[in-house]
């Protein structure tokens, strides 16, 4: 499985992004799949994360209420809508997928990563 993360960019405080994971090799509809970021300086950290059927999702609480996270199956994808976007939401994003259907928040739980796209977020 190959995952390929887009959609990141540059955003005013208080503005909106959505990224893309977009996985290829085979499907992932069985897959849980998350998202983690990392900020300069800091370990990565988990964001939100949907098992496999896109009916329980989870987030951290740093954006919960903020952030949404759903998938298409029928094209191997999976999306973070981000609003409200705070200076401390910048990041490198990267989405990861677990062949346990409902994943978990602990990196260890994650067989594939995909590479990350950058979050900026400006005061």
């Known amino acids: 499985v190959q995952l390929q993360a887009s959609g990141g960019g540059l955003v005013q405080a208080g503005g909106s992004l959505r990224l893309s994971c977009a996985a290829s090799g085979r499907t992932v509809s069985t897959y849980a799949i998350a998202w983690f970021r990392q900020a300069p300086g800091k370990e990565r950290e988990f964001v939100a994360i949907?098992?496999?059927?896109?009916?329980?999702?989870s987030f951290a609480d740093s954006v919960k209420g903020r952030f949404t996270i759903s998938r298409d199956n029928a094209k191997n994808t999976v999306y973070l809508q981000m609003n409200s976007l705070k200076p401390e939401d910048t990041a490198v994003y990267c989405c990861?997928?677990?062949?346990?259907?409902?994943?978990?928040?602990?990196?260890?739980?994650?067989?594939?990563w995909g590479q990350g796209t950058q979050v900026t977020v400006s005061s």
């Open positions: 949907i098992d496999w059927t896109g009916g329980s999702t």
């Open positions: 990861a997928a677990s062949r346990l259907r409902f994943g978990g928040r602990k990196e260890d739980f994650y067989d594939y």
